[in-house]
């Protein structure tokens, strides 16, 4: 296996890691310093590897191997390097997922590199390294670790900069705007358990995957595209010699429309990246413009204009399809992407927004194969089978019932983008009771609607009842009535995470919930004043690492945290301490500075919460759970979105047992 079986490797490994949520990281680097004298010093860079992990070696017997190990130093007036780098003796294996000869490190690796300083006053040494790591099912794909070396000046000492595991990590209190905690590196052996390993923080790939099927079974519906699914598959089975040849063109028809929608949910990741969009996830400009735009995109809908693609653009690609052959039917499929925009656009807007947000990296690259298998399918499907053609109920009023439901939807799912600014900026507009009322109005309309009650100006007379309608009204007036009971507290599990807070409510007058923490906890919302308070206390710390627009956050808060066993153990046994990476509470100016570790401005809580979980804890996802001493000292391993009541209990006893010894 060479070149091209290694991408394969990759490849599947990251669509693992995508749809089932493990994050694989087998290999911590470290990085430290051992001075020779004052004029010479030696770096060493270590490679911890899990067992059944292995690194490659700087140098292998062919190119159509592994990627081997590289280092790479910034050019600087200030060191130069010594020699070439110092690599430990590899092992040597025949390795079966390349066919060759491999030569390799396990467990651990130290790489050595002597440098001749030129300066006497303090300066940092920078670079990248790139390697790759396999086992005996899979490879991961090549991956960059930066490193920075500290070198103290002339009288002073050596400080090492180090970049271990993503969870655990020493700083420096100086170099940080407010106290951090200092947490050593332990196995946990012991008799308390452990849950590493055990996270479901990346759960929603085959979630972001199930919504883009719903999202393209929807679209499907719509009148711009399920009229034309007779037309094309009649079309293609026509102008074909027969039945074999068009069930072939009508399925490279299916695959480009697949090709097209992933390659925009490519686009997106690509241009933005998940780090980039959940900072936007909070940002009051994103939130406002997308609960417009889902505003606009509801109106559409409901037939006051249609939102659509420059003509000139479905022109041109009309043309390229007339040229035949899989060139022709590539363009077709691109014409039917355009055409279609004004009924797909708004559920594949809601899709991508959704899938960028929570899905990850590869949220939106999930999302779009999802929405295209279920757009793409039934067009293979019914060349292949075209007496099912004559089953499909004809177009009439019932797509236009579709499309006006959408519309109700798109309108719901508008209000949480504004209630995402409202939290954060805690402006006491859009508090829980207000957020369900709407619900309640736009819902019941929804179902009178669907009753033929409610008349819009593109809909057909209604001379009765369909069964399909008369069910989904009745689904659509059940849960109406479901919310109902919410206007009074009640916790509407159905839909946690996209209201408010249970806290954030009318009769409280703290707007910004300071006082207030789920299930009336008692709780901070300062990390300095809930260690003080911890200590005082004789108790454990867990901190919850938290975002007003954070849904897995709400749901743990709602799902999991009401558990009687956990708020027991919540209530009675530890301090909570939560920290709103989200929040937009401005700091006073003089606490105002600029992040040391990402070289981010920190001018409001979220910022001040978010590079302390950054800094210390090397990840910057919510929820994220760490239980910690009232020194400061690490009692479990952090666990992330964690929706099974049972594992959650035995994270939090663990930290208790642990804490006990």
């Known amino acids: 296996m060479k070149a091209a079986k290694v991408i394969s490797l990759s490849f599947l490994t990251l669509l693992y890691g995508a749809v089932f949520g493990q994050i694989q990281n087998p290999v911590k680097w470290s990085f430290s310093v051992?001075?020779?004298?004052?004029?010479?010093?030696?770096?060493?860079?270590?490679?911890?590897?899990?067992?059944?992990?292995?690194?490659?070696?700087?140098?292998?017997?062919?190119?159509?191997?592994?990627?081997?190990?590289?280092?790479?130093?910034?050019?600087?007036?200030?060191?130069?390097?010594?020699?070439?780098?110092?690599?430990?003796?590899?092992?040597?294996?025949?390795?079966?997922?390349?066919?060759?000869?491999?030569?390799?490190?396990?467990?651990?690796?130290?790489?050595?590199?002597?440098?001749?300083?030129?300066?006497?006053?303090?300066?940092?040494?920078?670079?990248?390294?790139?390697?790759?790591?396999?086992?005996?099912?899979?490879?991961?794909?090549?991956?960059?670790?930066?490193?920075?070396?500290?070198?103290?000046?002339?009288?002073?000492?050596?400080?090492?900069?180090?970049?271990?595991?993503?969870?655990?990590?020493?700083?420096?209190?100086?170099?940080?705007?407010?106290?951090?905690?200092?947490?050593?590196?332990?196995?946990?052996?012991?008799?308390?358990?452990?849950?590493?390993?055990?996270?479901?923080?990346?759960?929603?790939?085959?979630?972001?995957?199930?919504?883009?099927?719903?999202?393209?079974?929807?679209?499907?519906?719509?009148?711009?595209?399920?009229?034309?699914?007779?037309?094309?598959?009649?079309?293609?089975?026509?102008?074909?010699?027969?039945?074999?040849?068009?069930?072939?063109?009508?399925?490279?028809?299916?695959?480009?429309?697949?090709?097209?929608?992933?390659?925009?949910?490519?686009?997106?990741?690509?241009?933005?990246?998940?780090?980039?969009?959940?900072?936007?996830?909070?940002?009051?400009?994103?939130?406002?413009?997308?609960?417009?735009?889902?505003?606009?995109?509801?109106?559409?809908?409901?037939?006051?204009?249609?939102?659509?693609?420059?003509?000139?653009?479905?022109?041109?690609?009309?043309?390229?399809?007339?040229?035949?052959?899989?060139?022709?039917?590539?363009?077709?499929?691109?014409?039917?992407?355009?055409?279609?925009?004004?009924?797909?656009?708004?559920?594949?807007?809601?899709?991508?927004?959704?899938?960028?947000?929570?899905?990850?990296?590869?949220?939106?690259?999930?999302?779009?194969?999802?929405?295209?298998?279920?757009?793409?399918?039934?067009?293979?499907?019914?060349?292949?089978?075209?007496?099912?053609?004559?089953?499909?109920?004809?177009?009439?009023?019932?797509?236009?019932?579709?499309?006006?439901?959408?519309?109700?939807?798109?309108?719901?799912?508008?209000?949480?983008?504004?209630?995402?600014?409202?939290?954060?900026?805690?402006?006491?507009?859009l508090k829980r009771e207000i957020f369900i009322a709407l619900w309640i109005i736009i819902f019941g309309l929804w179902g009178f609607y669907l009753l033929g009650k409610i008349k819009l100006s593109h809909d057909s007379e209604l001379k009765f009842i369909s069964i399909p309608r008369l069910l989904f009204a009745i689904i659509v007036f059940t849960f109406t009535v479901y919310l109902i009971p919410g206007l009074w507290g009640a916790p509407l599990k159905l839909i946690s995470g996209f209201p408010p807070p249970d806290f954030y409510k009318e009769w409280n007058t703290d707007k910004s919930g300071g006082g207030h923490c789920p299930h009336n906890l008692s709780c901070f919302h300062d990390y300095e004043q809930g260690m003080k308070y911890a200590k005082e206390q004789g108790k454990p710390v867990m901190i919850d690492f938290t975002g007003w627009s954070c849904v897995n956050c709400r749901k743990m808060e709602d799902m999991v945290w009401s558990d009687p066993e956990v708020l027991s153990r919540l209530r009675d046994e530890y301090v909570l301490i939560s920290l709103y990476v989200d929040d937009k509470t401005l700091l006073p100016e003089k606490e105002q500075t600029i992040s040391q570790t990402t070289g981010n401005k920190i001018i409001n809580l979220g910022n001040k919460w978010s590079d302390f979980q950054t800094a210390v804890y090397k990840t910057n996802s919510q929820p994220y759970y760490v239980l910690l001493d009232n020194n400061g000292e690490k009692l479990a391993q952090p666990r992330g979105y964690t929706p099974d009541s049972d594992k959650y209990k035995q994270f939090l006893d663990e930290g208790l047992c642990r804490y006990k010894k």
């Not at 017997?61 to 390097?81: C, H, Q, R």
């Not at 025949?94 to 006497?120: C, G, H, P, W």
């Open 34 to 429: 051992n001075k020779i004298s004052d004029t010479e010093t030696e770096l060493l860079l270590t490679a911890s590897i899990d067992k059944g992990w292995h690194v490659y070696a700087m140098k292998q017997e062919s190119d159509d191997g592994p990627i081997s190990l590289t280092f790479n130093f910034e050019k600087s007036a200030t060191y130069s390097l010594d020699g070439k780098i110092n690599e430990p003796k590899p092992e040597k294996m025949y390795d079966k997922n390349f066919e060759m000869n491999v030569k390799y490190y396990e467990r651990e690796a130290t790489y050595r590199q002597k440098i001749k300083l030129l300066s006497q006053e303090s300066f940092s040494i920078n670079g990248t390294l790139n390697y790759q790591t396999c086992n005996d099912q899979m490879c991961l794909p090549p991956t960059d670790v930066d490193f920075n070396f500290v070198i103290e000046g002339k009288g002073g000492t050596t400080n090492v900069t180090t970049n271990v595991s993503d969870t655990i990590v020493k700083i420096n209190p100086v170099d940080t705007t407010h106290k951090q905690i200092a947490i050593d590196d332990e196995n946990f052996n012991d008799d308390c358990g452990s849950l590493e390993g055990d996270n479901y923080s990346g759960l929603s790939g085959w979630s972001i995957f199930i919504q883009g099927l719903i999202g393209g079974l929807l679209a499907l519906l719509t009148p711009c595209v399920f009229s034309m699914i007779p037309l094309t598959v009649s079309f293609f089975i026509k102008q074909s010699k027969d039945r074999k040849t068009g069930f072939r063109n009508a399925s490279v028809y299916s695959i480009s429309i697949i090709i097209i929608y992933i390659a925009l949910g490519f686009i997106i990741t690509k241009l933005f990246g998940a780090d980039t969009l959940n900072k936007m996830a909070s940002d009051v400009w994103f939130n406002l413009f997308f609960f417009a735009i889902f505003v606009v995109f509801a109106v559409s809908f409901f037939g006051a204009f249609e939102i659509s693609l420059p003509s000139s653009w479905a022109n041109k690609a009309d043309r390229a399809a007339d040229r035949g052959g899989l060139i022709g039917i590539f363009f077709m499929a691109f014409t039917l992407s355009l055409v279609s925009f004004s009924c797909t656009g708004p559920i594949i807007g809601t899709l991508l927004v959704q899938a960028a947000t929570t899905g990850g990296n590869l949220g939106p690259l999930l999302g779009m194969a999802g929405f295209s298998i279920a757009l793409a399918v039934p067009f293979a499907l019914f060349a292949a089978f075209p007496a099912w053609l004559n089953s499909l109920p004809k177009s009439g009023g019932w797509l236009n019932a579709v499309k006006v439901s959408l519309g109700f939807l798109e309108l719901a799912l508008a209000l949480k983008f504004l209630s995402n600014v409202d939290l954060a900026y805690h402006w006491g507009i």
